[in-house]
């Protein structure tokens, strides 16, 4: 992995607890990057941080440690738990979070709470109940169990919110507001707020419930890191499938993610590639939280190179060495299209994106294009990227004893409820006499 994108600021010269260190060094942390090159200082001695910065430049770490450190500064016996609480946008996040939280702080003595929906109910209320450290989930599963009494945020000196643009797109706005108005006042707490970007509804947000945070952003001149070549092709409709099997032909990524735009997309090309050679899994927003999990863990420990996937995974996923990203689909918002290709070139690393401006989402391309301030360069579709492919098998609709099969029933025909006779619209007009 490159280091160009790191500070020359280490760790060790924090005002972090040797614990925290210890942790790091295992987890090979020496270097900051530059978010946390400029959060750290201000945020481990009090200070509010509302930050922005690419996806995959370490935001996480920066509020795990501040968190960290700030609960062993105010460590009190008489305090009771949760002390710190990690609000991210989905599962998925909340999940990568925790992941790293262990890591980070496996030499400290706080215990973690995962909170989220479709899964595991029982299972988290019961470790709520444990008295834990903190807490990282989602707002409305964490609000269920607040509202039945399971824990309390009476004493929560550290809040943080990750990903708060996609919060607010995704209509959290007022749980995120029920939970930090039973938290202690903002002055009472550390406030920590990160995210892609800083609109002007998450400015707003920072400033109605953080006390005077400062404002850090980190290369808010480039969009798209300049780490990922972009590049884009214009196939019709017909081509997209064997231009896709060229491509991974010729490149033979070693784990790649190709992002659609809707389920039924994403089932269609699963299993066109899978006829044509390539084991790959399907990750949308219906698939189980065990099933996705699973296809997650698969995928990362390389036993899968391929995930379809619809915008569900674009955030929040932190997943090593995905060499390229590509969209099959081009998304219909522009932010979307900075997500699925920062899944790629994550901490300093490079790699590659490749979009299809298609018949059908060709419009969203100069919305890219502008978003991002710059043209992504379109390579003309030889005729050795175009595969010779072989078709799956049509997969006979599942028989549904609901409904009537019309060519094969015997039935009569049902009797009409209404006459067929015009309603009555009163005396019609009589012609008038043509002489």
Do not use: W
Not at 99 to 124: N, S
Not at 330 to 347: C, K, M, N, S, W
Not at 414 to 435: I, T, W, Y
């Amino acid at each position: 992995m490159k280091k160009t994108h790191l500070t020359q600021t280490r760790f060790s010269n924090l005002e972090l607890s040797d614990s925290i260190l210890k942790g790091l060094n295992e987890a090979g942390f020496d270097y900051c990057t530059p978010i946390q090159d400029k959060s750290l200082p201000l945020s481990l001695r009090g200070k509010d941080i509302a930050g922005q910065a690419q996806t995959g430049t370490g935001k996480t770490a920066t509020f795990l440690l501040a968190t960290f450190q700030q609960l062993i500064n105010d460590e009190n016996e008489t305090i009771k738990n949760p002390r710190a609480v990690i609000l991210a946008p989905t599962r998925e996040l909340a999940i990568q979070i925790h992941k790293d939280a262990l890591l980070l702080g496996k030499y400290l003595d706080f215990k973690f709470a995962l909170v989220y929906g479709g899964t595991d109910y029982q299972k988290q209320q019961n470790t709520l109940k444990s008295n834990v450290d903190i807490i990282i989930g989602t707002p409305g599963r964490i609000i269920d169990f607040y509202r039945q009494n399971v824990f309390t945020l009476d004493h929560v000196q550290v809040m943080v919110l990750d990903e708060a643009d996609r919060m607010l797109d995704l209509g959290f706005i007022k749980d995120i507001r029920y939970l930090l108005r039973r938290m202690p006042e903002a002055d009472k707490r550390l406030n920590l707020l990160f995210s892609a970007t800083l609109s002007y509804k998450v400015t707003e947000l920072a400033y109605e419930h953080m006390n005077q945070p400062v404002l850090i952003k980190i290369e808010s001149e480039e969009v798209t890191s300049s780490a990922i070549k972009q590049s884009a092709y214009c196939p019709s409709n017909e081509q997209k499938i064997p231009l896709l099997i060229g491509i991974l032909n010729k490149y033979k990524p070693q784990r790649s993610i190709i992002f659609v735009n809707t389920k039924r997309c994403a089932e269609q090309l699963d299993d066109y590639l899978n006829v044509n050679g390539y084991k790959t899994a399907v990750l949308s927003g219906d698939v189980p939280q065990e099933k996705r999990q699973r296809l997650l863990g698969d995928f990362q420990d390389n036993k899968l190179q391929l995930l379809i996937a619809t915008d569900v995974a674009a955030r929040g996923l932190h997943i090593t060495d995905v060499s390229h990203v590509i969209n099959y689909d081009l998304p219909q918002d522009a932010e979307d299209y900075v997500h699925r290709i920062g899944r790629t070139a994550r901490f300093g690393a490079s790699g590659e994106a490749i979009s299809f401006i298609c018949e059908e989402y060709a419009y969203s391309m100069p919305d890219i294009e502008t978003f991002i301030n710059q043209k992504v360069p379109v390579s003309p579709i030889t005729a050795e990227l175009l595969a010779e492919i072989v078709k799956p098998e049509r997969k006979p609709r599942p028989h549904n004893p609901k409904t009537r099969d019309f060519k094969n029933d015997k039935r009569e025909p049902a009797k009409r409820r209404f006459s067929p006779e015009p309603p009555n619209k009163g005396p019609a007009l009589k012609p008038e006499n043509p002489q």
